[in-house]
T-cell receptor, first 114, second 110 residues
């Protein structure tokens, strides 16, 4: 059974600060996705990373996939109150598993205070 | 607009009263799934479907049933709901690497 751990579990910062959240797996996976979920809504896909060492940028968000494809990070520059939400990572597939099944971490709840 | 719809959005029911939560997607996706989200436990997959008439158990299938008679619809059935099924439920539809979630159904079983 793959384990997917996210840290920190909770993060409260002031507007304008930078932050990084982490996602670590107990085994190698074929691809990893990051989602953001706002209260009362379903998760929304932010990015998919598939190549070890890959870096993707989405405005002020930078996503990195570890070289060994067992970890990932999300860095937010100059956080804004609109970034508040639950950030979830999800991994897809392993060396012997189904590429369709997603396993989610428990998420990082980010609060950005004005 | 690509979307996944769920109904109802909110439901309060009593133990043992059968209920169905509907899910529909308009993206012609073959893969659909159901999740429940609970505090401290995160999102856990209940059932998934690879295509019409093809369904399989996820991580927490006990107490749930699903059916996939048409590609666009994937209802979740609770034959005899119990209080431990009180949760926030999400339907999802996946095409390639992109997964779309519905808005959620908040279920309370008294």
């Amino acid at each position: 059974t793959q384990l997917l751990e996210q840290s920190p579990q909770f993060l409260s910062i002031q507007e304008g600060e930078n932050l990084t959240v982490y996602c670590n797996s107990s085994s190698v996976f074929s691809s990893l996705q990051w989602y953001r979920q706002e209260p009362g809504e379903g998760p929304v896909l932010l990015v998919t990373v598939v190549t070890g060492g890959e870096v993707k940028k989405l405005k002020r968000l930078t996503f990195q996939f570890g070289d060994a494809r067992k970890d990932s990070s999300l860095h937010i520059t100059a956080a804004q109150p609109g970034d508040t939400g639950l950030y979830l990572c999800a991994l897809s597939g392993d060396s012997g598993g189904s590429n369709y099944k997603l396993t989610f971490g428990k998420g990082t709840l980010l609060t950005v205070n004005p | 607009e690509a979307q996944v719809t769920q109904n109802p959005r909110y439901l309060i029911t009593v133990t043992g009263k059968k209920l169905t939560v509907t899910c529909s997607q308009n993206m012609n996706h073959e893969y659909m799934s159901w999740y429940r989200q609970d505090p401290g436990l995160g999102l856990r997959q209940i059932y998934y479907s690879m295509n019409v008439e093809v369904t399989d158990k996820g991580d927490v299938p006990e107490g749930y049933k699903v059916s996939r008679k048409e590609k666009r619809n994937f209802p979740l059935i609770l034959e005899s709901p119990s209080p431990n099924q009180t949760s926030l439920y999400f339907c999802a539809s996946r095409g390639g690497n992109e997964q779309f979630f519905g808005p959620g159904t908040r279920l309370t079983v008294l």
